[in-house]
């Protein structure tokens, strides 16, 4: 019988387990000290095909759960029984996949008889500001921008969010990846628009990725998207030299910039002094660049998770695994896969 545990340890050593996507990772943590952090990615397999491929993926999370466990615990110098806790990504994602890391995640708990915690991944990108900051506490203003969302949000408490604006369309990191393809840029595609734009100068004229004469904040990325098409092939009809190092660049000063404008905004409405962010999209050197110096200059005070926690990992997972740990939200182990959830349901 599973019955584990469930008094409260103030500095819990928790394992953190992420396989929603194309990422197998594992990470533990003993508080909110980070003591390891492992990945096995199927990304240049999946790179063969243009994109993520469910069954691909599913297929290289079970040959990689085992082995990723084993590496982050040994980086981590512990045994499994000395975790007190497993934390699991159990959505969104392919369910596919994400079966494969809640499975693992059961088993392992119901063998150490420790709590199992189930995490939405959306969660787990907000929480990996907590790694940066050891007493960073709750409330702040939030930019939360992943491959499948663009919100601000107020962070309120550790376990109350309120979304103060998103997208009307695309998700910001869906704009990058389309851009990519339409620039013959490979998978993944965020990164190496990135690159591109290093060599470019903000020539293009693209349309910002906000609605305009709204009464509630909106972003809308995919007017973004089809100027970029539209850009691209007009040049090519009409045989002009269009240099796509510029429209990376140009592109990624439309996406990024009333992000940047809209977070520091909200802050400075609500009179809040720190501003975080997280989802793959924060990975971008441009938007930590001027997200940073726009707070230095409304004297704010700016936590960006590490780049390498902003696109998925699992210390992001075991982060937000503490927070449901001490709030004593356990899981079943009737625990289910959900391919979709609500942005910041718990
Ligand atoms: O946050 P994430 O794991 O997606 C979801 O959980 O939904 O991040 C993946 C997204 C992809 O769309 C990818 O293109 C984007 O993050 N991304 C970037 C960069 N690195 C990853 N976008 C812009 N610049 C980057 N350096
Ligand atoms: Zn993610």
């Known amino acids: 019988m599973y019955a584990p545990n469930t008094k409260i340890n103030p500095t819990p050593i928790i394992l953190g387990i ?11 943590i003993c508080g909110r000290e980070l003591l390891s952090s492992q990945i096995i990615s199927s990304a240049t397999e999946q790179a063969k095909y243009g994109g ?4 691909i993926a599913s297929r290289a999370h079970t040959e990689a759960v085992d082995e990723v466990v084993n590496r982050a615990l040994k ?3 512990i045994t499994a029984n000395k975790l007190g806790a497993v ?15 809640l499975s693992f ?11 199992l915690i189930g995490v939405n991944h959306i969660r787990g990108h907000l929480a990996a500001a907590y790694l940066v900051d050891k007493d960073l506490k709750p409330p702040f203003v939030t930019l939360l921008a992943s491959g499948g969302h663009t919100a601000v949000l107020h962070t309120r408490s550790y376990l109350d969010f309120k979304v103060l604006g998103g997208t009307c369309d695309d998700a910001a990191g869906e704009a990058f990846d389309k851009v990519a393809r339409v620039l013959g840029l490979s998978y993944p595609g965020g990164a190496n628009v990135e690159r591109l734009a290093r060599e470019g100068q903000n020539t293009v004229k693209l349309p910002a990725a906000l609605v305009k004469n709204s009464t509630r904040m909106q972003f809308s990325y995919s007017g973004l998207k089809t100027a970029v098409i539209n850009a691209v092939h007009n040049a090519e009809q009409r045989g002009e030299d269009l240099s796509y190092a510029d429209v990376a660049c140009s592109f990624q000063h439309a996406a990024v910039d009333p992000l940047v404008k809209k977070t520091v905004e909200c802050a400075k409405t ?11 999209v924060i990975a971008n050197g441009y938007l930590r660049d001027t997200l940073t110096k726009a707070c230095q200059k409304a004297g704010i005070r700016c936590v960006l998770p590490e780049k390498k926690f902003c696109t998925d990992n699992a210390a ?7 927070t449901q740990y001490l709030a004593g939200n356990f899981a079943t182990l009737g625990l289910n896969a ?3 959830i609500p942005l910041i349901g718990g």
């Open 18 to 28: 992420e396989s929603s996507c194309d990422e197998t990772a594992a990470a533990v």
């Open 87 to 101: 934390a699991v990504t159990y959505g969104a994602g392919l369910l596919g996949a994400l079966l494969v890391g």
């Open 316 to 322: 992001m997972i075991a982060a937000e695994g503490l």
């Open 105 to 115: 995640a059961k088993g392992l708990a119901y063998s150490l008889n420790v709590p």
């Open 270 to 280: 609500l009179g809040v002094d720190v501003v975080t962010a997280g989802g793959g």
């Open 338 to 340: 959900c391919a979709q």
């Open 75 to 77: 980086e981590a110098g």
């Open 52 to 55: 993520v491929v469910p069954e």
